[in-house]
């Protein structure tokens, strides 16, 4: 099979240490290694999300981990806040239709960035819930959700506020508690560069307080119990937890470093994008975003005029590298273009060499 | 870390094809290549669960699959049937309570073969649906579920019959259609000899025409959308379903030997513990069962008098082999032993000169 380079916003590629884990034998799950392995990682966890609650890995895309957090915050008929402005935002609005949650969408032009009081002034007394996508993946906009949240709870302490930060964490800095946070999901397979197949659900203390019983498979106050001990209630992809805990070892003592290096990575594409014109998907009242705003998981432009997506991505793939188009109203408009996986300098310079390169193919001199 | 050999019934000892294939690059999971594993890996397990209908798979243990089933398959309110003998019996009971499904357990000892013309009896007009589980895992039983179905249908043909084929799948014959199945549900870590990450969800033509979407995560109805252009509805566990297509490759060609092979394993060691005395665990009113109802999934004997578990999987452990104990109302009274995963026919031997050292320190001469 011919071999590409994953430029995609995930999967990635993968960290060495979880490709070396990952080729090892089975371990059993109800073992003592195993469960050391189970709250290593949930620690290890614990301290990437910044809260003084807990971490529960679920076996399931961050899909199953946000509707695992939906079911067991909520109640059907709970009235929930929910600002769509990409496929992921949109994506908590159905899971929380879906659990019968009333909810209330702010619908923006996706790729706009959340504006903190515009979102506070839909906050009423009856506002149970407010869903948040800290990094929206499909448009490469990183939201404000620090200022959201201090909006939306200045009007009613009450809420629960939720946040998807599959692809803020280890990319961008995160810390639920600070936050204002009482939950966040993300998944294996973006920052901490292994393969699909993990979800993790953070809770705060008054979301821990707040759980209920929810469902059977996706039933976060079994998990709970469960994992307190080190094992999952079912059987859990335990060799993606022994792959964590290689991967959270060496990126958790360096998280600082890590993080400006993967901002400054993104930065490289956006100036060179724009070097040839190239318009940046992230907006703010319709106007390209300032930088802080822009997602260090993925630079996204819209395409030149004139060129198409396929062309675009099929000069890419000549050089060997994959990227990713765009999704709903974007798709056929957009591209994206992320470092979000395990890149050596020289992998990233040669990276960078061919988007140059098809920039100047389709675009130049 | 210490390596110990598994001899429990699931996770297993990998299969050599799906430990390359997992050690490789990351495969983005929209992708043709990706496209083309997915649907061969649908179609092989297609051919291996014997159905003219549709296998999804779902990023999920085996529980989660279940979950799936019952929800896409049965409303709340519905009446079921569900004999309870074992753990993963008793796990039926308790998904399709969850879901608001009216539950009639017939209680049975755990070990005990169930008896068709006895769940048939309790078999009505309002009989929706019926929960059987083929290979109990947690007592070595193999149930006569064609009998028991076929039995079933005779009362009331409008039932849909579901059963977990989860350690049965590639150990002992499985022919969902033949057998009466309307649906089955199984997962990677058992008998296809991979880690654990992948349910495998199979749908007859009856199930097909029933489904209903139901949540968002466990939604078979969304998925089988998808998976018919062999893409999962959320991001999947891609690098299983490669492994799953490698180790599919070279079982589906030697299926019927295969099968032969794992039951010849399992027999020996019954041959063996039942020469020191050990009394098997599967039981047909109250007696060791005929050896055509032990699963060829794992061996299980009860204790010898005055051995604690601890002292037998003790022995095991300094031999370099994990088996297993017994779980709820069994634990502590039995142990399971099990050729379920990847052996070559020098390791099967080595396994049972340890079992047979470990049966000789404890009982003999």
New interface residues.
């Given amino acids: 099979?011919r071999?590409?380079v994953?430029l995609?916003p995930?999967?990635?590629?993968?960290h060495p240490r979880a490709?070396l884990s990952?080729?090892?034998?089975?371990?059993?799950?109800r073992?003592e290694?195993a469960r050391e392995a189970f709250l290593a990682v949930r620690e290890g966890l614990r301290s990437a999300f910044g809260t003084a609650g807990e971490v529960l890995l679920l076996?399931?895309?961050?899909?199953?981990g946000m509707?695992a957090a939906v079911r067991g915050l909520f109640s059907p008929g709970d009235r929930v806040l929910v600002p769509v402005s990409g496929k992921f935002s949109e994506r908590w609005a159905?899971?929380a239709e879906?659990?019968g949650l009333l909810v209330d969408r702010i619908e923006l032009p996706w790729g706009e960035v959340l504006d903190p009081e515009a979102v506070a002034a839909r906050v009423g007394d009856g506002t149970r819930g407010l869903f948040l996508t800290h990094s929206e993946t499909s448009t490469g906009v990183l939201n404000p959700v620090a200022e959201t949240v201090r909006a939306a709870k200045a009007k009613n302490p009450d809420l629960f506020a939720v946040a998807d930060v599959v692809t803020s964490l280890f990319l961008a800095p995160v810390a639920m508690d600070a936050m204002g946070l009482d939950a966040a999901v993300a998944?294996s397979?973006k920052g901490l560069m292994l393969?699909?197949?993990l979800a993790f659900v953070a809770l705060g203390e008054r979301a821990l307080s707040a759980l209920r019983p929810a469902?059977?498979?996706?039933?976060l106050a079994r998990e709970l119990e469960s994992q307190q001990k080190g094992e999952?209630a079912?059987?859990?992809?335990?060799?993606?937890v022994l792959a964590a805990r290689e991967v959270l070892a060496v990126l958790l003592p360096v998280l600082d470093e890590h993080l400006a290096e993967k901002r400054g990575q993104n930065e490289r594409l956006y100036a060179l994008g724009e070097r040839y014109g190239l318009r940046p998907v992230p907006a703010q009242g319709g106007s390209p975003a300032p930088p802080e705003f822009r997602s260090p998981a993925t630079a996204a432009f819209y395409l030149p005029e004139g060129v198409a997506y396929r062309d675009l991505a099929g000069a890419f793939l000549r050089r060997g590298y994959?990227i990713a188009g765009g999704q709903g109203p974007l798709k056929g408009r957009i591209f994206r273009i992320s470092f979000m996986?395990y890149f050596a300098p020289e992998e990233v310079e040669r990276a960078i060499s061919a988007f140059a390169a098809v920039l100047e193919e389709l675009l130049g001199p």
Wanted: charged share 15%; glycine share 18%.
């Fill in positions: 099979m071999r590409e994953l995609t995930g999967p990635v590629e993968l490709r990952l080729s090892g034998p089975q371990l059993h799950h073992t290694p076996t399931a895309s961050g899909t199953g509707e159905e899971i879906a659990a998944g397979q393969p699909p197949g469902g059977y498979y996706l039933n999952g079912y059987t859990p992809a335990i060799n993606l994959r996986g």
